[in-house]
Every structure is written in structure tokens, then in C-alpha cells.
């Protein structure tokens, strides 16, 4: 199977910076994407990963260990807006094509 | 340009109406994906087509039924549904399907509720 596990809840103060971890089975990795997506909305694409390493992008960076599974979402200079899910998804392939797999997502509450 | 549209952005049905839901990309991808979304969860595959052909139907029951008129269309029938299909729809496309390394792109998604 391909499961990826990240935390359920996260709280994190304005102006701070927090990390979301998630980790996956390695059979079959091909990567691994981050997606932000507020509550009713569309799910926007932050990143993805495919060797190891950081790799930022403004405020956000997102790391990958393949070797460990592992992978982290790291949100600097938090502010309010960044109140969202943080699901990370990795390609499966099953029956000759790909399906994309996500996490349950991670829910971070910015407060003041 | 990365943007997959969808309509309606919320639709209120009858368990004995037939409504769509149309979804629409012009960035040329072959990929174009059906995914149901209910509060709290992530988004559970539907449907995959790959270059106007479904490839992937993920044991989704029949009162459900897509359709892909070209390579920038994709619409989802709706019939007979229950109220606990009631959930947001999400439309996305990717360049391709048989290679890892794409993104999935994200429509803004249907807000569905089944009376």
C-alpha cells in the first residue's frame, strides 16, 4: 500500500515559523508534492520534491529525505492567511497509470 | 496560465433531479481528474481520463457518470443521488497521467448538497 501519515492539528503565533511533517511508505516513490487549500476552496500546489534536499520558494520550503521516508512543509514569517490544510500527496501507480494519494492533511490555526 | 474552472460553483438538487458539472482547462493538459471532497477529509480520487479516454473508475457508483467531450472539457452526471453525496467536487488536470513528475492543477471546485 502507499500510506502517508502527517499530524491532524497544528497552532502556530503570527509572525513565527512552524514545520509540518509527513511521512510515506518508499515503495514505488515518485515524489512528493505539497498542496495548501482553505476551507471550500481548491487545493493550490506549493511544491514538490523529488531528491533529497530543500528546496524554497519565498516563504515556503519544503524538504525531502527518501532515504527516511520523511518529508517537512517549513512556513516562515507565518501570517493569518496561512490558516489552511496542508495535504501532502504522493503518485501511486496501480493498474498501469497513476493515481495521486493524499494525506488527511494537516489543519494549522495561525492566531494573533 | 494554471487555471481549471468549474461550474456551478454551488448547486442544490433533488434526489430525483439530473444536474452537470462542467469543467474546463485550456493549458493543453491530456489529464483531467473527478474528485469528491467531504469536510475534513482529502480529496478521494473518482475518475481519470487520459487523453479523452477513462482511464481510472474508482469502483464510483453509476448514479455518477463522466464524460469527456474533447481534450479541455470534462463534465460529471449526476442522477439519483443521496444525500450523502453531498460533498465538493473537485476537477483537475495534469500535463499527463504516466509520468510522476506532474502537477495536478485544481479547479475551485462544486459545492454540492443533496436535499
Known amino acids: 500500500g502507499q500510506n502517508i501519515d502527517q499530524p491532524t492539528e497544528m497552532t502556530a503565533t503570527e509572525g513565527a515559523i512552524v514545520q509540518i511533517n509527513c511521512t510515506y511508505q518508499?515503495?514505488?516513490?515518485?515524489?512528493l508534492f505539497w498542496y495548501q487549500q482553505h476551507a471550500g476552496e481548491a487545493p493550490t500546489f506549493l511544491s514538490y520534491?523529488?531528491?533529497?534536499g530543500l528546496e524554497e520558494k519565498g516563504r515556503f520550503s519544503s524538504f525531502l529525505s527518501r532515504s527516511k521516508g520523511y518529508s517537512y512543509l517549513l512556513l516562515k514569517e507565518l501570517q493569518m492567511k496561512d490558516s489552511a490544510s496542508y495535504l501532502c500527496?504522493?503518485?501511486?501507480?496501480?493498474?498501469?497509470?497513476?493515481?495521486?494519494?493524499f494525506g488527511a492533511g494537516t489543519r494549522l490555526a495561525v492566531h494573533p | 496560465d494554471t487555471e481549471v474552472t468549474q461550474t456551478p460553483k454551488h448547486l442544490v438538487m433533488g434526489m430525483t433531479n439530473k444536474k452537470s458539472l462542467k469543467c474546463e482547462q485550456h493549458?493543453?493538459?491530456?489529464?483531467m481528474y473527478w474528485y469528491k471532497q467531504k469536510a475534513k477529509k482529502p480529496p478521494e480520487l473518482m475518475f481519470v481520463?487520459?487523453?479523452?479516454?477513462?482511464?481510472i473508475n474508482e469502483s464510483v457508483p453509476s448514479r455518477f457518470s463522466p464524460e469527456c467531450p474533447n481534450s479541455s472539457l470534462l463534465n460529471l452526471h449526476l442522477h439519483a443521488l443521496q444525500p450523502e453525496d453531498s460533498a465538493l467536487y473537485l476537477c483537475?488536470?495534469?500535463?499527463?497521467?504516466?509520468?510522476?513528475?506532474?502537477?495536478?492543477?485544481f479547479g475551485p471546485g462544486t459545492r454540492l448538497t443533496v436535499l
Open positions: 483537475a488536470s495534469s500535463q499527463d497521467n504516466d509520468r510522476s513528475t506532474d502537477t495536478q492543477y
Open positions: 518508499t515503495s514505488g516513490f515518485n515524489g
Open positions: 520534491n523529488v531528491l533529497d
Open positions: 500527496a504522493s503518485w501511486k501507480f496501480s493498474g498501469g497509470y497513476n493515481k495521486l494519494i
Open positions: 493549458m493543453g493538459h491530456r489529464a
Open positions: 481520463y487520459s487523453y479523452e479516454k477513462l482511464s
